[in-house]
T-cell receptor, first 116, second 112 residues
Framework: GAVVSQHPSRVICKSGTSVKIECRSL??????MFWYRQFPKQSLMLMAT?????????EQGVEKDKFLINHASLTLSTLTVTSAHPEDSSFYIC????????????FGPGTRLTVL | QKEVEQNSGPLSVPEGAIASLNCTYS??????FFWYRQYSGKSPELIMF????GDKEDGRFTAQLNKASQYVSLLIRDSQPSDSATYLC????????????FGKGNQVVVIP
């Protein structure tokens, strides 16, 4: 149980384009999903907390207009990196909290974004 | 002071030995504590969680929590080469909404 998927697993795009990453909870309904970014040899950095049906809460320093988050259903949250630049190249990972264990986060496999 | 601190530097242990990882946290009100394992290039995988003071065992893993001293540790018994990974300590954060604060991680290298 508590399986989280992400799509795509890897994406390469040109600078200036937008990229959408999907995060799905496969066997449970996730009221809260989280988006993280991880640069090489660094720890996870929380970007935003996403609650179904409401606006995401962004961490300080994260541009909400650049990283658009939509959590339209209890099983799907999307992160769109708009007008991507090479410095946005990173490993983006989502996680979801399962009902009954709200502070336990299960991670998706991650999406490696490379912006040329 | 960082919310969650882990010892720096890789930990090398011979196969079959015990690996010991420590983590301290700053918020005395934290209630939930987690250990995640992250292989290179992969996302974190939950291996243990602990809520109460004392020890919690799951297979070769034992988590130890001491809220008075604000530390949580992870022991890996009979270390295997497949245990070579980075281990992340996570604690419920100050600001609620089930946010977790992560430490920087401890790299463990099990030498065959």
């Amino acid at each position: 149980g508590a399986v989280v998927s992400q799509h795509p697993s890897r994406v390469i795009c040109k600078s200036g384009t937008s990229v959408k990453i999907e995060c799905r909870s496969l066997d449970f309904q996730a009221t809260t999903m989280f988006w993280y970014r991880q640069f090489p040899k660094q720890s996870l950095m929380l970007m935003a907390t996403s609650n179904e049906g409401s606006k995401a809460t962004y961490e300080q320093g994260v541009e909400k207009d650049k990283f658009l988050i939509n959590h339209a259903s209890l099983t799907l949250s999307t992160l769109t990196v708009t007008s991507a630049h090479p410095e946005d190249s990173s490993f983006y990972i989502c996680s979801a909290s399962a009902p009954g264990a709200l502070d336990t986060q299960y991670f998706g496999p991650g999406t490696r974004l490379t912006v040329l | 002071q960082k919310e969650v601190e882990q010892n720096s530097g890789p930990l090398s242990v011979p196969e079959g030995a015990i690996a010991s990882l420590n983590c301290t946290y700053s918020d005395r009100g934290s209630q939930s504590f987690f250990w995640y394992r992250q292989y290179s290039g992969k996302s974190p995988e939950l291996i243990m969680f602990i809520y109460s003071n004392g020890d919690k065992e799951d297979g070769r893993f034992t988590a130890q929590l001491n809220k008075a001293s604000q530390y949580v540790s992870l022991l890996i018994r009979d270390s295997q080469p497949s245990d070579s990974a980075t281990y992340l300590c996570a604690v419920t954060a100050l600001y609620g909404n089930n946010r977790l604060a992560f430490g920087k991680g401890n790299q463990v290298v099990v030498i065959p």
